[in-house]
């Protein structure tokens, strides 16, 4: 089971910082990647994370303002995003996928969050 947090209403050039919590999995097993999916766009991947936490990868849209982490101790991944843009605005999901190697492709993943929504106001 994954559970985001940390959604919200946020102004443009704010922060806010995403948790998936994970539970029933061996966490350290799997690779964890964000998603997001505004309203009459596609499913497109925010970043992802390898399962040893080594291996990062970001969309261009948010190369330097997002960054994705993981706590192992905690079975917890992270994303951290910096200087929101409205375009921004969207339910974030996480997903995990049993494989040390992450993928900017949904189909991979069989875990899925339910998704936490984001809000960025200009």
């Known amino acids: 089971q994954l559970v985001e947090s940390g959604g919200g209403l946020v102004q443009a050039g704010g922060s806010l910082k995403l948790s998936c919590a994970a539970s029933?999995?061996?966490?350290?097993?799997?690779?964890i990647a964000w998603f997001r999916q505004a309203p009459g766009k596609e499913r497109e991947a925010v970043s992802t994370i390898s399962s040893d936490g080594g291996i990062t990868q970001y969309a261009d849209s948010v190369k330097g303002r997002f960054t994705i982490s993981t706590d192992n101790a905690k079975n917890t991944a992270y994303l951290q995003k910096n200087n929101l843009e409205p375009r921004n605005t969207a339910p974030y999901s996480c997903?995990?996928?049993?494989?040390?190697?992450?993928?900017?492709?949904?189909?991979?993943?069989?875990?899925w969050g339910e998704g936490t929504q984001v809000t960025v106001s200009s």
């Open positions: 029933g999995f061996i966490f350290n097993e799997y690779a």
């Open positions: 997903a995990a996928r049993r494989n040390p190697v992450a993928s900017m492709s949904a189909t991979p993943y069989k875990l």
